[in-house]
């Protein structure tokens, strides 16, 4: 039995528009200037507090907490707006379709998202029963930090030759190789390639169809059984 874990914002789901107009609420409904687009989409993967921390200055590290709270409320309100869709990526159901329908494979999320955030995008994408195992922010230090990966282990009895993270960030990577399990990354995030390779990714995808090859490559004749 094999485990794949994905990260959310940036690896299943472009949420980059709505992420950027919600940070920029925030730090407006608290009387700060907004950090720049590239430094919010920078720190995109860590748990929400720690994230704001880093676009912070030290003056406002008190601020941070406040900060997180006008973000949630923000975010609430924006997702109403059509212009701030947040659609899967492109060939991204066909993969978890495919990875579900196996009898040889469980799937996993490991995200900086909350647990109902998790939850809402997976009822509206109609992919509640393809994840047995779902570690968030609320229960787990941020990433890089291990706990995420190494719980869905637990939870599933998988150990890390058979585990795989797939995700955008440099943050994933380390995640994943902090806890012995395999890294693969993914070009359509917030992270560059050449940035996920050094931070240890095995391989990173062009386009999702690529996962699966991977995995046969990795895992020998994994295609082969259902």
Excluded: N
Aim: glycine letters at 8%; proline letters at 5%.
């Amino acid at each position: 039995m094999y485990l794949v874990i994905f990260d959310c914002d940036g690896t299943l789901v472009d949420s980059q528009h709505m992420i950027v107009a919600a940070m920029e609420s925030a730090f407006a409904a608290r009387g700060h200037e907004a950090p720049a687009r590239e430094q919010i989409l920078s720190v995109v993967g860590l748990s929400l507090e720690p994230a704001i921390r880093k676009l912070v200055p030290d003056s406002l590290a008190g601020e941070a907490a406040r900060l997180a709270d006008a973000y949630r409320d923000a975010f609430t309100d924006l997702r109403s707006d059509p212009a701030l869709a947040e659609p899967l990526y492109p060939g991204a159901r066909a993969v978890l379709d495919a990875l579900a329908g196996r009898d040889d494979a469980l799937l996993g999320i490991a995200t900086g998202k909350s647990v109902r955030g998790v939850r809402r995008f997976l009822e509206r994408e109609g992919l509640e029963k393809h994840f047995i195992t779902i570690q968030t922010a609320d229960t787990h230090p941020s990433k890089p930090h291990p706990s995420m990966v190494a719980e869905a282990m637990a939870q599933t009895g998988i150990g890390p030759e058979s585990t795989v993270m797939v995700g955008d960030t440099t943050y994933d990577v380390e995640m994943a190789r902090a806890a012995r399990a395999g890294a693969v990354g993914v070009r359509w995030g917030y992270h560059a390639p050449d940035a996920l390779l050094k931070a240890g990714a095995e391989h990173v995808l062009d386009e999702f169809s690529g996962l699966m090859p991977h995995l046969a490559a990795r895992w020998g004749s994994w295609t082969d059984r259902r």
